[in-house]
């Protein structure tokens, strides 16, 4: 302790006065002592308030101790009072213990070094006090600027303490109103924290009502600790109204922008629609000209066929060729174009009957050029609608016979891989392949690698397997490389009959 110490002897026995200074100097280098004898003295010096601790005898001629004691506690209750006596008994020594004394001394020979231990130790301690009493005001300063609302209840339900933010979050001025209210409901609190396993804890956001009426969004966090042997609910209270207000903007917007998405899909599906329904009447309208021309151009052929000269004979070859051509090209664009508007019926497909009808249908093409093609039976069933499946199948298989070098002969094999739930069928060619670059753009309408000539078709065929195989829950693809033979594969959800 650097600051000088100020202690007020009380005691009528000098040379004891004197052993206590004795013992005081030793212990506080910078002292200051006031010596008191009499009741005026002591009042005087508790006008002056010129000390910071009291050592005083029980047994005065003017007064006692207990007196001492009592005064000087009601004006200085921080003050360190020290009994240093040989008259008092055990009760006194309880007496004053409970008004508050900081050490008894027994006045003995050798305990004159105790005194200012006693006053060292009072001191400490009460700096100790103060300090909590410190911390305990800043703890509560602090506890009142926070934005989340502090509170602790009973069993009872009734909230015990709490801080301002809790008070102003309930909109109550008052502990006691708050309760009185019931805004908030902790008896509840403890019985789902009773039922909880340890740590007995729980967060949850709720909906409170002001003591105005007003709603409130919370976030209560609950605790169930013990105080002192009794069962308390620590809670806390944050306001989340602003949180919930823009959650439920946001899920408005989600809502309407969803509606939104859904209307302008819908006027696309629309449009679209339209716009098949016009090709499908157009390609039908164009059929009924297209059949006149191809019939004239061949009773033209048959009647004066004979007759006419070289060149003229190819005019007439060309135009009904032309129109055959165009008039596939319609049958597939009517196909391609109904795919996408049917409904479609989904039934398990036994893929070996399926198959078989194909080759048949086939058969003509696969005796022209003496393909061979080698089926891995027996295939599985597959969920599909038969009419389209067989439709795929012909585009492929025929692609497999077609796109083959005519000085090789066309070798195909097909066979079933199974995949959890799907079935995926393989079929492969020893063609002349495709490059990579253009494996994905082969599956629109209309795409075509090679010239008429070369390899005569209307470019809808995989367009119209691939729209298929999609409309009936599945996948297609292909891997190739130029020169080397195509694969192509569908998958299809497996099935049983
Ligand atoms: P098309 O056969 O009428 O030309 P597709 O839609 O069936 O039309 O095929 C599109 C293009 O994909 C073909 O023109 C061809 O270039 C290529 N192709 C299709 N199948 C094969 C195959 N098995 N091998 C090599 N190329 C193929």
Not at 145 to 157: A, C, Y
Not at 279 to 299: T, V
Request: hydrophobic share 40%; net charge negative; with cysteine.
């Amino acid at each position: 302790m650097t600051q000088s110490l100020r202690v007020l002897i009380i005691d009528d026995n000098k040379s004891d006065r004197a052993l206590i200074i004795r013992e005081l100097r030793r212990e506080f280098k910078q002292l200051q002592v006031k010596e008191i004898i009499d009741a005026q003295e002591f009042a005087q010096a508790i006008i002056n308030d010129a000390f910071d601790a009291v050592v005083t005898d029980y047994q005065l001629g003017w007064s006692n101790g207990l007196e001492m004691l009592r005064t000087v506690k009601t004006h200085y209750p921080l003050c360190p009072v020290i009994m240093f006596t040989n008259t008092g008994t055990e009760e006194i020594a309880v007496e004053a213990l409970q008004s508050g004394l900081d050490d008894y001394v027994l006045k003995e020979p050798n305990h004159y070094i105790r005194v200012p231990a006693a006053i060292r130790i009072a001191l400490e301690r009460i700096e100790t006090q103060r300090q909590a009493a410190l911390l305990e005001i800043r703890l509560r300063g602090l506890l009142n600027q926070v934005k989340v609302g502090i509170f602790r209840s009973k069993p009872d339900g009734t909230i015990v303490e709490s801080n301002r933010a809790f008070l102003e979050l309930l909109g109550v001025e008052s502990l006691d109103r708050a309760n009185e209210m019931n805004l908030l409901d902790t008896r509840e609190c403890f019985v789902r924290l009773a039922n909880l396993p340890p740590p007995q804890q729980q967060e949850q956001e709720l909906q409170l009502q002001r003591s105005s009426g007003t709603q409130l969004w919370v976030l209560l966090t609950i605790t169930l600790n013990t105080v002192e042997g009794v069962p308390v609910v620590d809670g806390l209270l944050e306001d989340i109204t602003e949180r919930k207000q823009a959650e439920a903007e946001l899920q408005q917007l989600n809502a309407t922008l969803e509606a939104r998405v859904r209307e302008r899909t819908a006027q696309l599906e629309a449009a679209k629609q339209d716009l098949e329904e016009f090709a499908y009447s157009i390609s039908h309208d164009l059929r009924a000209p297209l059949r006149a021309i191809q019939g004239y151009a061949q009773s033209l052929l048959e009647d004066v066929g004979e007759s006419l000269d070289a060149n003229h004979l190819t005019f007439l070859q060309r135009i009904a060729a032309n129109s055959q051509q165009l008039d596939t090209l319609i049958t597939d664009l009517l196909t391609y174009s109904r795919l996408r508007q049917t409904e479609i019926n989904l039934q398990p497909v036994n893929l070996s009957r399926a198959i078989t009808d194909v080759l048949t249908q086939l058969e003509p093409e696969i005796q022209r050029r003496q393909a061979r093609v080698q089926i891995a039976e027996p295939l599985p069933i597959v969920q599909a609608n038969r009419m389209i499946l067989i439709q795929v199948l012909t585009n492929l298989l025929f692609n497999a016979i077609k796109f083959v070098d005519p000085n090789v002969q066309p070798q195909v094999r097909v066979w079933v891989q199974q995949r959890e739930q799907q079935t995926r069928l393989w079929i492969e060619d020893n063609g002349i392949g495709i490059a990579l670059d253009k494996q994905q753009q082969i599956f629109r309408p209309f795409a075509r690698l090679h010239g008429e000539e070369e390899y005569p078709g209307t470019g809808i065929g995989l367009a119209i397997a691939r729209k298929g195989i999609e409309r009936m829950g599945g996948q297609i693809g292909v891997e190739s490389q130029p020169g080397r033979g195509s694969r192509f594969w569908l998958e299809l959800p497996s099935a049983t009959e």
